[in-house]
């Protein structure tokens, strides 16, 4: 099933660990639901945190609709077989590196509202994967981005979500302690 790394998985922040068991809950009660955006309006995404080896630096992109810096991620296609697959493709189509291919373990989940730029989404039940690409590897725009770019994980954008960079530090401990 495209949601088993979901049950593979165990957190190392208790916070995750709770919201975990919570995106569990979401995906037996939605069924088909949970995976496919036409069918709620609060559905699974799948996102590609990419860092470089040493970890020192992150790939974000200007998203065009929420008008914030933020990782790369998206919707599930019909054609994805696992979240992890899903992150992987993402990365590659808004990041432009070729090769990308996320972890197969989640790294953490992130679960927020939407504006109405969003149109008929309205909850992101999102998962975050991490895939590697060297530090010297250029990013290319996408149709959904108005820009691509390394940032030092210790300085990031203005213009990204208030809560990201505590996400991105869950992220790096989760790396970290594998």
């Known amino acids: 099933m495209i949601t088993d790394a979901l049950d593979e998985w165990t957190p190392q922040d208790p916070a ?12 037996a009660a939605s069924g088909a639901a949970a995976v496919d955006r036409s069918l709620a309006p609060a559905h699974l995404t799948a996102t590609c ?3 470089t080896p040493d970890l020192s630096r992150v790939l974000l992109c200007f998203h065009r609709k929420g008008q914030f810096w ?12 696992s979240l992890a697959g899903a992150a ?3 990365g590659r189509e808004e990041g432009g590196i070729a ?11 992130h679960r927020h509202e939407l504006s109405a730029a969003f149109g008929h989404c309205r909850t992101h039940w ?3 994967f991490v895939a590697y ?12 981005s108005e820009h691509v770019a390394w940032f030092d994980v210790d300085d990031l954008p203005a213009g990204t979500p208030d809560d990201f960079p505590v996400r991105l ?3 790096l401990d989760e790396v970290r302690a594998r």
């Open 16 to 27: 995750q660990v709770t919201l975990l068991a919570e995106y569990r809950a979401f995906v």
């Open 49 to 51: 945190f990419v860092l």
């Open 70 to 81: 933020v990782q790369l991620g998206g919707h599930l296609e019909p054609g994805d077989a």
């Open 88 to 90: 992987s493709r993402e």
């Open 99 to 109: 090769g990308l291919v996320a972890g197969r373990l989640p790294v953490d989940v």
């Open 126 to 128: 999102d998962v975050g």
């Open 133 to 144: 690409a060297s530090p010297d590897a250029v990013p290319v725009v996408s149709d959904e």
């Open 169 to 171: 530090r869950t992220v």
